[in-house]
T-cell receptor, first 115, second 112 residues
Framework: GAVVSQHPSWVICKSGTSVKIECRSL??????MFWYRQFPKQSLMLMAT?????????EQGVEKDKFLINHASLTLSTLTVTSAHPEDSSFYIC???????????FGNGTRLTVT | DQQVKQNSPSLSVQEGRISILNCDYT??????FLWYKKYPAEGPTFLIS?????DKNEDGRFTVFLNKSAKHLSLHIVPSQPGDSAVYFC???????????FGGGTRLMVKP
């Protein structure tokens, strides 16, 4: 079964509004979660590393004021796309890793469309 | 600079035959490699992984081969099934599987 849950699976919003995406680890505590973005027919690009109890680490070129990440608990990380624009339309995917030696598990992604 | 490359954007294979998906990397610090399968509008699903201390790992119909000297890995699926049709991403990590760098993906189509 799924070990990482992401919500919503899709969202349409108007330009200028903000959208929050939730990522939950279902049966384990994740001190670190990762947020990826995928453009059509392209690879998954790491946006940021979400650290429980501390600030997220953003990859080069990712605007931290635009993509707000909050890792408030050991099972929940949120990504808020602030003042969304059409170019922010994309597929956003979160991932988390069990504390044991296991691979990274991904959520089912969120398709964001900004009109 | 693409550190992980999948040079074939697509591959078409007949059902029952072998599918071979290739991946090349440039970062010699990578020590852990994974293959993920992805359907449209879904997150990637882990398939199989290999540590740099090994050169082969097998799990059912899936086998991953690693050639460290060539910085090349491949995923073999045999026999291929129509349900294997998806996009396959190889990924690499320099710290045992945390932050992953993905290749561009290869779309596999298995024809019945």
């Amino acid at each position: 079964g799924a070990v990482v849950s992401q919500h919503p699976s899709w969202v349409i919003c108007k330009s200028g509004t903000s959208v929050k995406i939730e990522c939950r680890s279902l049966d384990f505590q994740a001190t670190t979660m990762f947020w990826y973005r995928q453009f059509p027919k392209q690879s998954l690009m790491l946006m940021a590393t979400s650290n429980e109890g501390s600030k997220a680490t953003y990859e080069q070129g990712v605007e931290k004021d635009k993509f707000l990440i909050n890792h408030a608990s050991l099972t929940l990380s949120t990504l808020t796309v602030t003042s969304a624009h059409p170019e922010d339309s994309s597929f956003y995917i979160c991932s988390a890793k069990r504390p044991t030696n296991s691979p990274l598990h991904f959520g089912n992604g969120t398709r964001l469309t900004v009109t | 600079d693409q550190q992980v490359k999948q040079n074939s954007p697509s591959l078409s294979v007949q059902e029952g035959r072998i599918s071979i998906l290739n991946c090349d990397y440039t970062n010699s610090m990578f020590d852990y490699f994974l293959w993920y399968k992805k359907y449209p509008a879904e997150g990637p699903t882990f398939l199989i992984s290999i540590s740099s201390i090994k050169d082969k790992n097998e799990d059912g119909r899936f086998t991953v081969f690693l050639n460290k000297s060539a910085k090349h890995l491949s995923l073999h699926i045999v026999p291929s099934q129509p349900g294997d049709s998806a996009v396959y991403f190889c990924a690499a990590s320099a710290n045992a599987g945390n932050m992953l760098t993905f290749g561009g993906g290869t779309r596999l189509m298995v024809k019945p």
